[in-house]
Protein backbone atom coordinates (compact mmCIF):
# COMPACT_ATOMS: atom_id res chain seq x y z
CA UNK A 1 0.00 0.00 0.00
CA UNK A 2 2.54 2.36 0.66
CA UNK A 3 4.53 2.48 -2.47
CA UNK A 4 1.23 2.33 -4.45
CA UNK A 5 0.14 5.52 -2.16
CA UNK A 6 4.03 7.07 -3.04
CA UNK A 7 3.99 6.21 -7.16
CA UNK A 8 1.00 8.57 -7.42
CA UNK A 9 3.49 11.35 -5.48
CA UNK A 10 4.63 12.33 -9.56
CA UNK A 11 0.36 12.83 -10.39
CA UNK A 12 0.51 15.34 -7.51
CA UNK A 13 3.65 16.95 -8.27
CA UNK A 14 2.68 17.35 -11.84
CA UNK A 15 -0.86 18.62 -10.63
CA UNK A 16 0.78 21.47 -8.25
CA UNK A 17 3.12 22.78 -11.19
CA UNK A 18 -0.03 22.97 -13.52
CA UNK A 19 -2.59 24.30 -11.13
CA UNK A 20 -0.19 27.40 -10.20
CA UNK A 21 -1.17 28.70 -13.50
CA UNK A 22 -4.64 28.57 -12.74
CA UNK A 23 -7.33 29.92 -10.20
CA UNK A 24 -7.21 28.02 -6.72
CA UNK A 25 -10.25 26.48 -5.97
CA UNK A 26 -12.50 27.71 -3.97
CA UNK A 27 -13.53 26.07 -0.41
CA UNK A 28 -16.76 25.53 1.76
CA UNK A 29 -17.43 25.60 5.18
CA UNK A 30 -17.38 22.11 5.29
CA UNK A 31 -13.72 22.57 4.45
CA UNK A 32 -13.04 24.89 7.21
CA UNK A 33 -14.10 22.87 9.69
CA UNK A 34 -12.25 19.85 8.87
CA UNK A 35 -8.89 21.81 8.59
CA UNK A 36 -9.89 23.37 12.07
CA UNK A 37 -10.95 20.17 13.63
CA UNK A 38 -7.34 19.18 12.98
CA UNK A 39 -5.24 21.84 14.38
CA UNK A 40 -5.15 24.05 11.28
CA UNK A 41 -4.41 27.63 12.51
CA UNK A 42 -6.82 30.34 12.32
CA UNK A 43 -4.09 32.77 10.86
CA UNK A 44 -3.67 30.41 8.29
CA UNK A 45 -7.46 29.58 7.12
CA UNK A 46 -8.26 32.84 7.00
CA UNK A 47 -5.67 33.50 4.50
CA UNK A 48 -6.75 30.87 2.65
CA UNK A 49 -10.25 31.63 2.49
CA UNK A 50 -8.98 35.32 1.03
CA UNK A 51 -7.02 33.55 -1.58
CA UNK A 52 -9.48 31.09 -2.71
CA UNK A 53 -12.87 32.66 -2.15
CA UNK A 54 -16.13 30.59 -0.71
CA UNK A 55 -17.86 28.43 -3.24
CA UNK A 56 -21.25 28.98 -1.62
CA UNK A 57 -22.71 31.31 0.68
CA UNK A 58 -22.63 30.47 4.43
CA UNK A 59 -25.42 31.13 6.53
CA UNK A 60 -25.90 32.16 10.10
CA UNK A 61 -25.87 28.82 11.27
CA UNK A 62 -22.77 27.69 9.57
CA UNK A 63 -20.90 30.35 11.21
CA UNK A 64 -21.88 29.53 14.34
CA UNK A 65 -20.91 26.55 13.50
CA UNK A 66 -17.50 27.65 12.79
CA UNK A 67 -17.64 29.62 15.85
CA UNK A 68 -18.39 26.51 18.07
CA UNK A 69 -15.21 24.61 16.64
CA UNK A 70 -12.85 27.24 17.49
CA UNK A 71 -12.45 30.08 14.34
CA UNK A 72 -12.32 32.97 15.80
CA UNK A 73 -13.23 36.80 14.64
CA UNK A 74 -10.69 36.89 12.54
CA UNK A 75 -11.42 33.87 10.33
CA UNK A 76 -15.54 34.90 10.72
CA UNK A 77 -14.74 38.02 9.31
CA UNK A 78 -12.77 36.89 6.28
CA UNK A 79 -15.62 34.48 5.69
CA UNK A 80 -18.41 36.95 5.91
CA UNK A 81 -16.19 38.85 3.70
CA UNK A 82 -14.95 36.55 1.34
CA UNK A 83 -15.95 36.26 -2.33
CA UNK A 84 -18.74 33.25 -3.58
CA UNK A 85 -18.66 31.55 -6.39
CA UNK A 86 -22.02 31.08 -6.38
CA UNK A 87 -24.75 33.07 -4.75
CA UNK A 88 -26.52 29.72 -3.71
CA UNK A 89 -26.58 28.15 -0.14
CA UNK A 90 -24.12 25.08 0.92
CA UNK A 91 -24.80 22.04 1.52
CA UNK A 92 -24.07 22.96 5.37
CA UNK A 93 -21.65 21.47 7.60
CA UNK A 94 -22.30 17.66 8.51
CA UNK A 95 -23.26 16.83 12.46
CA UNK A 96 -20.67 14.05 11.85
CA UNK A 97 -17.87 16.43 11.36
CA UNK A 98 -18.74 18.24 14.60
CA UNK A 99 -18.94 15.48 16.21
CA UNK A 100 -15.22 14.30 14.90
CA UNK A 101 -14.20 17.52 15.96
CA UNK A 102 -15.43 17.20 18.97
CA UNK A 103 -13.74 13.27 19.53
CA UNK A 104 -10.29 14.90 18.95
CA UNK A 105 -10.30 17.60 21.18
CA UNK A 106 -11.09 14.54 24.02
CA UNK A 107 -8.25 12.57 21.91
CA UNK A 108 -10.98 9.32 21.24
CA UNK A 109 -9.73 9.19 17.56
CA UNK A 110 -11.12 5.89 16.53
CA UNK A 111 -14.56 7.39 16.76
CA UNK A 112 -13.51 10.75 15.39
CA UNK A 113 -12.17 8.34 12.35
CA UNK A 114 -15.39 6.69 12.02
CA UNK A 115 -17.44 10.22 12.28
CA UNK A 116 -14.96 11.07 9.41
CA UNK A 117 -15.22 8.04 7.38
CA UNK A 118 -19.12 9.19 7.47
CA UNK A 119 -17.69 12.94 5.91
CA UNK A 120 -16.06 11.43 3.71
CA UNK A 121 -18.40 9.82 1.89
CA UNK A 122 -20.67 12.57 1.39
CA UNK A 123 -17.55 14.77 0.49
CA UNK A 124 -15.64 12.51 -1.73
CA UNK A 125 -13.98 15.98 -3.41
CA UNK A 126 -13.11 17.30 -0.39
CA UNK A 127 -9.21 17.71 0.30
CA UNK A 128 -9.71 18.67 3.80
CA UNK A 129 -11.45 16.12 4.60
CA UNK A 130 -9.41 13.85 3.12
CA UNK A 131 -6.47 15.81 4.92
CA UNK A 132 -8.17 15.75 8.48
CA UNK A 133 -9.29 11.34 8.09
CA UNK A 134 -5.45 11.18 7.61
CA UNK A 135 -4.26 13.16 10.89
CA UNK A 136 -6.88 11.10 12.66
CA UNK A 137 -5.31 7.73 11.06
CA UNK A 138 -1.65 9.22 11.93
CA UNK A 139 -2.89 9.66 15.91
CA UNK A 140 -3.87 6.12 15.71
CA UNK A 141 -0.58 4.72 13.89
CA UNK A 142 -2.04 3.75 10.90
CA UNK A 143 0.55 5.55 8.72
CA UNK A 144 0.14 3.58 5.59
CA UNK A 145 -3.72 4.59 5.49
CA UNK A 146 -3.01 8.17 6.41
CA UNK A 147 -0.49 8.39 3.63
CA UNK A 148 -3.42 7.80 1.16
CA UNK A 149 -5.54 10.23 2.55
CA UNK A 150 -2.61 12.57 2.55
CA UNK A 151 -1.82 11.20 -1.08
CA UNK A 152 -5.80 12.14 -2.13
CA UNK A 153 -5.90 15.62 -0.51
CA UNK A 154 -2.97 16.49 -2.85
CA UNK A 155 -4.28 14.99 -6.02
CA UNK A 156 -7.61 17.05 -4.58
CA UNK A 157 -6.14 20.30 -3.86
CA UNK A 158 -2.18 20.13 -5.08
CA UNK A 159 -1.65 23.99 -4.34
CA UNK A 160 -2.01 23.50 -0.66
CA UNK A 161 1.04 23.53 1.14
CA UNK A 162 -0.30 21.73 4.23
CA UNK A 163 -1.46 18.80 2.22
CA UNK A 164 2.54 17.96 0.87
CA UNK A 165 4.14 19.01 4.32
CA UNK A 166 1.40 16.09 5.53
CA UNK A 167 3.02 14.02 3.06
CA UNK A 168 6.43 14.71 3.99
CA UNK A 169 5.44 13.83 7.74
CA UNK A 170 4.21 10.27 6.39
CA UNK A 171 7.44 9.93 4.03
CA UNK A 172 9.54 10.15 7.04
CA UNK A 173 7.54 8.15 10.02
CA UNK A 174 8.46 5.15 6.95
CA UNK A 175 12.19 6.29 6.67
CA UNK A 176 11.78 7.60 3.08
CA UNK A 177 14.39 10.74 3.29
CA UNK A 178 13.65 11.29 -0.39
CA UNK A 179 10.46 11.84 -0.65
CA UNK A 180 10.06 13.49 2.47
CA UNK A 181 12.65 16.11 1.38
CA UNK A 182 10.72 16.70 -2.10
CA UNK A 183 7.21 16.83 -0.66
CA UNK A 184 8.83 19.72 2.37
CA UNK A 185 10.02 21.47 -0.49
CA UNK A 186 6.98 21.07 -2.96
CA UNK A 187 5.48 22.90 -0.19
CA UNK A 188 7.75 25.44 -0.59
CA UNK A 189 7.54 25.88 -3.76
CA UNK A 190 4.38 27.04 -3.16
CA UNK A 191 4.55 28.73 -0.15
CA UNK A 192 8.11 30.01 0.86
CA UNK A 193 7.65 31.32 4.15
CA UNK A 194 5.59 28.39 5.14
CA UNK A 195 6.84 27.61 8.73
CA UNK A 196 5.86 23.85 9.05
CA UNK A 197 6.98 22.91 5.88
CA UNK A 198 10.52 23.71 6.92
CA UNK A 199 10.12 21.69 10.06
CA UNK A 200 9.43 18.81 7.76
CA UNK A 201 12.30 19.40 5.45
CA UNK A 202 14.59 19.28 8.57
CA UNK A 203 13.22 16.19 9.38
CA UNK A 204 13.56 14.40 5.73
CA UNK A 205 17.24 15.76 5.74
CA UNK A 206 17.92 14.46 9.35
CA UNK A 207 16.52 11.06 8.15
CA UNK A 208 18.70 11.27 5.18
CA UNK A 209 21.80 11.56 7.42
CA UNK A 210 22.02 15.28 6.48
CA UNK A 211 22.22 16.93 9.76
CA UNK A 212 23.84 20.11 9.76
CA UNK A 213 21.31 20.93 6.67
CA UNK A 214 18.77 19.71 8.88
CA UNK A 215 19.37 22.30 11.46
CA UNK A 216 19.60 25.00 9.24
CA UNK A 217 16.02 23.90 7.77
CA UNK A 218 14.51 24.34 11.56
CA UNK A 219 16.66 27.93 11.73
CA UNK A 220 14.68 28.55 8.97
CA UNK A 221 11.22 26.98 10.32
CA UNK A 222 12.04 29.17 14.12
CA UNK A 223 12.60 32.49 11.50
CA UNK A 224 9.01 32.15 10.91
CA UNK A 225 7.67 30.37 13.80
CA UNK A 226 9.97 31.22 17.07
CA UNK A 227 7.61 29.80 19.74
CA UNK A 228 7.68 26.32 18.00
CA UNK A 229 8.97 23.85 21.23
CA UNK A 230 8.94 21.10 18.65
CA UNK A 231 11.41 22.56 16.56
CA UNK A 232 13.62 23.82 19.33
CA UNK A 233 13.56 19.70 20.41
CA UNK A 234 14.08 18.40 16.85
CA UNK A 235 17.03 20.75 16.20
CA UNK A 236 18.76 19.77 19.27
CA UNK A 237 18.37 16.19 18.33
CA UNK A 238 20.19 17.14 14.80
CA UNK A 239 22.64 19.26 16.31
CA UNK A 240 23.69 16.64 18.82
CA UNK A 241 23.85 14.20 15.86
CA UNK A 242 26.02 16.96 14.00
CA UNK A 243 28.50 17.20 16.92
CA UNK A 244 27.47 20.41 17.62
CA UNK A 245 26.94 20.10 21.49
CA UNK A 246 26.81 23.47 22.59
CA UNK A 247 24.42 24.22 20.46
CA UNK A 248 22.24 21.49 20.97
CA UNK A 249 22.32 21.94 24.81
CA UNK A 250 20.90 25.52 23.57
CA UNK A 251 18.15 23.77 21.51
CA UNK A 252 16.82 21.98 24.28
CA UNK A 253 17.08 24.35 26.75
CA UNK A 254 15.40 26.90 24.98
CA UNK A 255 12.38 24.33 23.88
CA UNK A 256 12.71 23.43 28.22
CA UNK A 257 11.52 27.36 28.62
CA UNK A 258 8.85 27.18 26.15
CA UNK A 259 7.28 23.99 27.82
CA UNK A 260 9.16 23.08 31.05
CA UNK A 261 6.95 20.02 31.75
CA UNK A 262 8.88 18.42 28.29
CA UNK A 263 10.11 15.67 29.99
CA UNK A 264 12.14 14.36 26.36
CA UNK A 265 13.82 17.62 26.14
CA UNK A 266 15.05 17.27 29.93
CA UNK A 267 16.39 13.53 29.16
CA UNK A 268 18.05 14.68 25.66
CA UNK A 269 19.71 17.96 27.97
CA UNK A 270 20.48 15.34 30.46
CA UNK A 271 22.31 12.87 27.46
CA UNK A 272 24.27 15.69 26.10
CA UNK A 273 25.25 17.94 29.65
CA UNK A 274 26.67 13.69 30.29
CA UNK A 275 28.69 13.53 26.83
CA UNK A 276 29.97 17.07 27.62
CA UNK A 277 31.41 15.31 31.08
CA UNK A 278 28.68 17.77 33.49
CA UNK A 279 27.59 14.73 34.97
CA UNK A 280 25.89 16.83 38.18
CA UNK A 281 23.94 19.23 35.27
CA UNK A 282 22.99 15.49 33.66
CA UNK A 283 21.62 14.09 37.25
CA UNK A 284 19.76 17.06 37.77
CA UNK A 285 18.32 16.95 34.59
CA UNK A 286 17.46 13.20 34.26
CA UNK A 287 15.96 13.73 37.77
CA UNK A 288 13.56 16.20 36.60
CA UNK A 289 12.60 13.95 33.53
CA UNK A 290 12.24 11.57 35.78
CA UNK A 291 10.16 13.53 37.95
CA UNK A 292 7.85 14.42 34.85
CA UNK A 293 7.56 11.05 33.32
CA UNK A 294 8.16 8.96 36.82
CA UNK A 295 7.09 6.10 34.38
CA UNK A 296 9.32 6.27 31.72
CA UNK A 297 12.26 3.31 31.77
CA UNK A 298 14.70 5.27 29.76
CA UNK A 299 14.96 7.99 32.12
CA UNK A 300 15.80 6.30 35.43
CA UNK A 301 18.16 3.72 33.61
CA UNK A 302 20.15 6.47 32.13
CA UNK A 303 20.07 7.92 35.63
CA UNK A 304 21.34 5.00 36.69
CA UNK A 305 24.39 4.91 34.93
CA UNK A 306 25.15 8.64 35.07
CA UNK A 307 25.68 7.76 38.83
CA UNK A 308 27.65 5.08 38.00
CA UNK A 309 30.02 7.36 35.88
CA UNK A 310 29.92 9.74 39.02
CA UNK A 311 31.27 7.08 41.23
CA UNK A 312 27.89 7.01 43.19
CA UNK A 313 27.41 3.54 43.23
CA UNK A 314 24.49 3.47 46.17
CA UNK A 315 22.28 5.68 44.04
CA UNK A 316 23.30 3.79 40.48
CA UNK A 317 22.16 0.65 42.67
CA UNK A 318 18.94 2.06 44.24
CA UNK A 319 18.05 3.68 40.89
CA UNK A 320 18.44 0.63 39.04
CA UNK A 321 16.84 -1.87 41.14
CA UNK A 322 13.59 0.62 41.35
CA UNK A 323 13.92 0.31 37.90
CA UNK A 324 13.64 -3.18 37.65
CA UNK A 325 11.12 -4.07 40.03
CA UNK A 326 8.71 -1.37 38.08
CA UNK A 327 9.87 -2.46 34.80
CA UNK A 328 10.84 -6.43 34.91
CA UNK A 329 10.93 -6.42 31.11
CA UNK A 330 13.79 -3.85 30.92
CA UNK A 331 16.95 -5.33 29.04
CA UNK A 332 19.54 -2.36 29.35
CA UNK A 333 21.62 -1.29 33.09
CA UNK A 334 22.36 -4.44 34.01
CA UNK A 335 26.51 -4.16 33.55
CA UNK A 336 26.24 -0.68 35.69
CA UNK A 337 24.26 -2.40 38.43
CA UNK A 338 27.05 -4.48 38.28
CA UNK A 339 29.57 -2.25 38.96
CA UNK A 340 27.47 -0.72 41.98
CA UNK A 341 27.55 -4.15 43.09
CA UNK A 342 31.26 -4.96 42.85
CA UNK A 343 31.72 -1.80 44.59
CA UNK A 344 29.55 -2.15 46.96
CA UNK A 345 31.86 -5.94 47.29
CA UNK A 346 28.35 -7.79 46.16
CA UNK A 347 30.26 -10.14 44.06
CA UNK A 348 27.39 -12.80 43.58
CA UNK A 349 24.94 -10.43 42.78
CA UNK A 350 27.25 -8.96 39.97
CA UNK A 351 27.82 -11.77 38.26
CA UNK A 352 23.91 -12.59 38.24
CA UNK A 353 23.30 -9.24 36.82
CA UNK A 354 26.27 -9.48 34.09
CA UNK A 355 24.96 -13.13 33.25
CA UNK A 356 21.38 -10.98 32.52
CA UNK A 357 23.56 -8.01 30.15
CA UNK A 358 24.99 -11.57 28.53
CA UNK A 359 21.23 -12.65 27.69
CA UNK A 360 20.70 -9.76 25.59
CA UNK A 361 24.36 -9.01 23.84
CA UNK A 362 25.84 -12.83 23.84
CA UNK A 363 28.83 -11.86 21.40
CA UNK A 364 29.93 -8.61 23.72
CA UNK A 365 33.52 -8.72 24.51
CA UNK A 366 33.18 -6.16 27.28
CA UNK A 367 30.41 -8.06 28.87
CA UNK A 368 32.35 -10.91 28.80
CA UNK A 369 35.39 -9.01 30.47
CA UNK A 370 33.46 -7.22 33.07
CA UNK A 371 32.28 -11.05 34.40
CA UNK A 372 35.05 -12.64 34.00
CA UNK A 373 36.38 -9.98 36.63
CA UNK A 374 33.15 -10.21 38.77
CA UNK A 375 33.73 -14.36 39.33
CA UNK A 376 37.42 -13.56 39.70
CA UNK A 377 36.48 -10.92 42.54
CA UNK A 378 34.07 -13.67 43.51
CA UNK A 379 37.20 -16.47 43.53
CA UNK A 380 35.35 -18.40 40.76
CA UNK A 381 38.29 -18.50 38.87
CA UNK A 382 38.24 -21.89 36.37
CA UNK A 383 34.68 -19.73 35.33
CA UNK A 384 36.89 -16.12 35.21
CA UNK A 385 39.53 -17.78 32.66
CA UNK A 386 36.50 -19.07 30.65
CA UNK A 387 34.37 -15.83 29.97
CA UNK A 388 37.82 -13.93 30.21
CA UNK A 389 38.66 -16.50 27.29
CA UNK A 390 35.90 -16.10 25.29
CA UNK A 391 36.40 -12.17 25.67
CA UNK A 392 39.95 -11.80 23.93
CA UNK A 393 38.91 -14.44 21.24
CA UNK A 394 35.92 -11.67 20.41
CA UNK A 395 38.21 -8.66 20.77
CA UNK A 396 42.05 -9.74 20.95
CA UNK A 397 42.95 -6.19 21.80
CA UNK A 398 40.98 -5.91 25.04
CA UNK A 399 44.41 -4.48 27.31
CA UNK A 400 42.01 -5.11 30.40
CA UNK A 401 40.95 -8.86 29.32
CA UNK A 402 44.49 -10.08 28.95
CA UNK A 403 45.79 -8.88 31.95
CA UNK A 404 42.83 -10.39 34.23
CA UNK A 405 43.45 -13.46 32.21
CA UNK A 406 46.70 -13.20 33.83
CA UNK A 407 45.98 -12.49 36.96
CA UNK A 408 43.62 -15.53 36.92
CA UNK A 409 46.27 -17.63 35.60
CA UNK A 410 48.59 -16.29 37.77
CA UNK A 411 46.63 -17.45 40.62
CA UNK A 412 46.05 -20.85 38.94
CA UNK A 413 49.78 -21.09 39.10
CA UNK A 414 49.95 -21.29 35.30
CA UNK A 415 53.20 -19.00 35.70
CA UNK A 416 53.80 -19.26 31.47
CA UNK A 417 50.62 -18.67 30.35
CA UNK A 418 49.90 -15.85 32.82
CA UNK A 419 53.28 -14.22 31.38
CA UNK A 420 52.33 -14.80 28.25
CA UNK A 421 48.89 -12.71 28.78
CA UNK A 422 50.72 -9.97 30.76
CA UNK A 423 52.82 -9.50 27.52
CA UNK A 424 49.63 -9.05 25.15
CA UNK A 425 48.05 -6.61 28.00
CA UNK A 426 51.69 -5.07 27.83
CA UNK A 427 52.01 -5.25 23.73
CA UNK A 428 49.05 -3.12 24.18
CA UNK A 429 49.24 -0.62 26.63
CA UNK A 430 52.62 -0.92 28.60
CA UNK A 431 51.46 1.13 31.51
CA UNK A 432 53.29 0.62 34.86
CA UNK A 433 50.57 -1.61 36.06
CA UNK A 434 51.35 -4.26 33.00
CA UNK A 435 54.64 -3.90 34.40
CA UNK A 436 54.12 -4.50 37.58
CA UNK A 437 52.07 -7.46 37.06
CA UNK A 438 54.43 -9.24 34.48
CA UNK A 439 57.18 -8.61 37.53
CA UNK A 440 55.48 -10.68 39.93
CA UNK A 441 54.86 -13.44 37.38
CA UNK A 442 58.75 -13.84 36.49
CA UNK A 443 59.17 -13.34 40.35
CA UNK A 444 57.30 -16.76 40.69
CA UNK A 445 59.61 -18.21 38.17
CA UNK A 446 62.82 -17.26 39.43
CA UNK A 447 63.38 -15.13 37.11
CA UNK A 448 64.30 -12.25 39.35
CA UNK A 449 66.85 -9.81 36.84
CA UNK A 450 63.46 -9.91 34.16
CA UNK A 451 61.63 -8.97 36.81
CA UNK A 452 64.07 -6.50 37.93
CA UNK A 453 63.77 -4.80 34.98
CA UNK A 454 59.88 -4.68 34.38
CA UNK A 455 59.70 -2.93 37.78
CA UNK A 456 62.29 -0.21 37.43
CA UNK A 457 60.31 -0.03 34.11
CA UNK A 458 56.76 0.44 36.38
CA UNK A 459 58.60 2.90 39.04
CA UNK A 460 59.79 4.71 36.17
CA UNK A 461 56.12 5.02 34.46
CA UNK A 462 54.80 5.92 37.51
CA UNK A 463 56.81 7.71 40.39
CA UNK A 464 54.23 8.69 42.27
CA UNK A 465 53.56 4.97 43.02
CA UNK A 466 55.60 4.13 46.02
CA UNK A 467 54.77 0.43 45.67
CA UNK A 468 56.68 -0.18 42.41
CA UNK A 469 59.96 1.64 43.90
CA UNK A 470 59.89 -0.40 47.08
CA UNK A 471 59.25 -3.94 45.04
CA UNK A 472 62.14 -2.62 43.61
CA UNK A 473 64.49 -2.28 46.53
CA UNK A 474 63.15 -5.58 48.26
CA UNK A 475 63.49 -7.53 44.99
CA UNK A 476 67.35 -5.88 45.14
CA UNK A 477 68.28 -6.55 48.44
CA UNK A 478 66.64 -9.96 47.93
CA UNK A 479 69.23 -10.48 45.11
CA UNK A 480 71.98 -9.39 46.65
CA UNK A 481 71.46 -11.02 49.72
CA UNK A 482 71.22 -14.50 48.07
CA UNK A 483 74.34 -13.53 46.30
CA UNK A 484 73.00 -12.88 42.75
CA UNK A 485 73.43 -9.38 42.72
CA UNK A 486 75.31 -8.09 39.55
Given at each position: ????????????????????????????????????????????????????????????????????????????????????????????????????????????????????????????????????????????????????????????????????????????????????????????????????????????????????????????????????????????????????????????????????????????????????????????????????????????????????????????????????????????????????????????????????????????????????????????????????????????????????LGTALFQQQQLQAAEKEF????????????????????????????????????????????????????????????????
Amino acid sequence: MRYLASSSLFLCLALTSGARGAEPQPVNTTDIAAWLSTGVTNERLAKVVKDRGLSNLPTNHELQQLLALGADKSLLAAVDIAPTQSAKIGPGIPDALAEAAAEIRKQQFHSAELHLRQVEAIATQSSAVHYALGTVLRREDQWEDALDEFTEAAKLMPDLPENHSALSYAFYHFDDGDYAIAEARTALSIDPNNAEAYEYLGLGLYSNGEFAASAHAYTESLARDPNNVDVYYDMGIALHASGNLPQALSAYQHAIRLRPTFWEAHANLALTLHEEGNLAGAVAEYREAKHLAPTEASVRNNLGNTYCDQGDFAAAAKELEELYREHPEWQQGHACLASAYIAQKKYGAAVGQLQLALLQNPSGAAEHRALGQALLLDNKVEDAVHELRVSISLNPDNEAAHHLLGTALFQQQQLQAAEKEFRQAMRINPSAENHYSLAACLMSMDRNEEALSELENASRLDPAQQLYHARYEELLKLMHDSGKAQ
